[in-house]
């Protein structure tokens, strides 16, 4: 590896560039192969030779719906792992389609492509399981779990019962919920968190204290519209920064002033929660980013020889700016 970073820092290119045009270059532009090759001369070094392999040195990534604001940060977090490695990244967007197993066994040519795979907040059940051990190819999942494979994902309970208990600690009494479609295993979580939260501090918890939309910052918006047509909240816990954005935008047509008005915690951590001073629950993405792709080199790699039947859950921790006392 000390070699590849001399030529890479030779030829003003990446570690993954230089990776790719050792083992891929029908990838890589002319002119970009050209210089890493005069780099490989200038620093005297001479890649090893490749034996015949069926590796195509892909990771992929299973995202069940590809317009999830979640998915840039994952993405680009993913691919910062990858970038000292051979491996590169290979999107595959499911179209709301949770049926991993079924979508790669009608898209065999997709399945040749890939060494690994992170599939992302989706439900695996044995015969999936199955299918992909079958294939040989290893596996672990992201927000979501799995009895029968490594699976990291997020306490969403504990994380949305430690965010109400934050503001209730503050002095806030009237504490709405937003969130978005019910029946999704992560908002049930993080709405029974705050349900219990308010409970357990003597609160009557009231429905019309709670509003849904689509997950984005436009549903974030409308949720945000159609509470204050119901009720005064005085704190507001938005299931996710995504919906908090929206928020914002509605507080800022209607002069609400944050905190002095209405105290707001999110759940994510997302970079743009920094940029707008949004306290909210960090889900510490780039630690299940590393333990994932580092899992998946070491399968491939050979430092683990079988499946891991392993569920690590990580519970989210405050983290405080400005919009709340």
Same mark, same amino acid.
């Given at each position: ?143 979501? %779990?799995?009895?029968? +494979? $490594?699976? =990291?994902?997020?306490?969403?309970? *504990? &994380? ?5 208990? !934050? ?81 914002? %935008?509605?507080?800022? +047509? $209607?002069? =609400?002033?944050?905190?002095?008005? *209405? &105290? ?5 951590? !997302? ?55």
């Amino acid at each position: 590896m000390t070699r590849i970073k001399e030529v890479a820092e030779e030829a003003g290119v990446s570690l993954s560039t230089v990776s790719r045009v050792i083992n891929r270059p029908n990838l890589v532009k002319s002119e970009t192969k050209e210089k890493v090759y005069d780099a490989m001369k200038a620093v005297e070094y001479e890649p090893p030779k490749k034996e015949a392999s069926s590796k195509s040195y892909i990771i992929g990534l299973a995202i069940p719906d590809i317009n999830i604001d979640f998915v840039g940060e994952l993405i680009r977090r993913i691919e910062q792992e990858l970038d000292a490695t051979q491996y590169d990244l290979l999107l595959f967007n499911m179209k709301r389609k949770r049926e991993i197993s079924r979508y790669f066994r009608e898209n065999a040519a997709f399945r040749k492509k890939v060494d690994a795979m992170i599939i992302f907040s989706s439900t695996l059940d044995d015969e999936c399981v199955d299918f992909f051990r079958s294939m040989k190819i290893p596996i672990v999942l992201l927000q979501s %779990r799995c009895s029968r +494979e $490594k699976s =990291i994902s997020t306490n969403n309970y *504990l &994380g949305a019962f430690d965010a109400v208990q !934050f503001l209730i600690d503050r002095g806030y009494k009237k504490i709405a919920f937003i969130g978005w479609n019910p029946e999704d295993d992560h908002i049930s979580d993080r709405f029974n968190g705050y349900k219990n939260a308010i409970e357990k501090a003597g609160f009557v918890f009231k429905s019309e204290m709670t509003s849904f939309a689509s997950l984005s910052i436009k549903g974030g918006y409308e949720a945000t519209e159609k509470l204050f047509e119901r009720c005064s909240p005085d704190a507001i816990f938005y299931a996710t920064d995504t919906m908090a954005y929206g928020g914002y %935008r509605y507080f800022g +047509e $209607k002069k =609400i002033r944050i905190p002095d008005d *209405l &105290g707001l915690v999110g759940f994510d951590d !997302f970079e743009m929660a920094s940029v707008m001073g949004l306290t909210t629950m960090k889900q510490f993405i780039q630690v299940k980013v590393n333990m994932a792709v580092s899992y998946l080199l070491d399968r491939l790699s050979g430092n683990i020889k079988m499946p891991l039947k392993e569920e690590i859950c990580v519970t989210p921790r405050i983290v405080k700016r400005g919009s709340t006392k």
